[in-house]
């Protein structure tokens, strides 16, 4: 059973944008769309390791900036080359305005 912590407010990431989370224990990027909110690893998965957190977001994939490969973040799948490999996702809960991430 993962262990929920709050990493942001619901304010920090509006529609359509990503928000990196950069702490001690956990590094995952935040995504806003239409209102509902996703977390996935911050990291491609490519052998140069882009920073998705940089990345553009289109419908629920998100493009990795330094070469173009994509990841579904509902499930962290690789939908385009080079990506090839999943990328980890978090369940999100959001409460009071709160983002809490389940961390494993
Ligand atoms: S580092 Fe992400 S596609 Fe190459």
Known sequence: ????VTVATVDEVPPGELKQIKREDIRLVLANVEGQIYAF???CNH????????????GLEIECPWHGG???I?????TSFPACDVIPVYEVQVEDGEI????P
């Open 1 to 4: 059973m993962p262990n929920f």
């Open 41 to 43: 690893g911050w990291e």
């Open 47 to 58: 052998t140069s390791g882009g920073p998705l957190y940089d990345g553009w977001l289109e």
């Open 70 to 72: 994509r990841y579904d």
């Open 74 to 78: 509902t499930t962290g799948e690789a």
């Open 100 to 103: 809490k991430v389940g961390i």
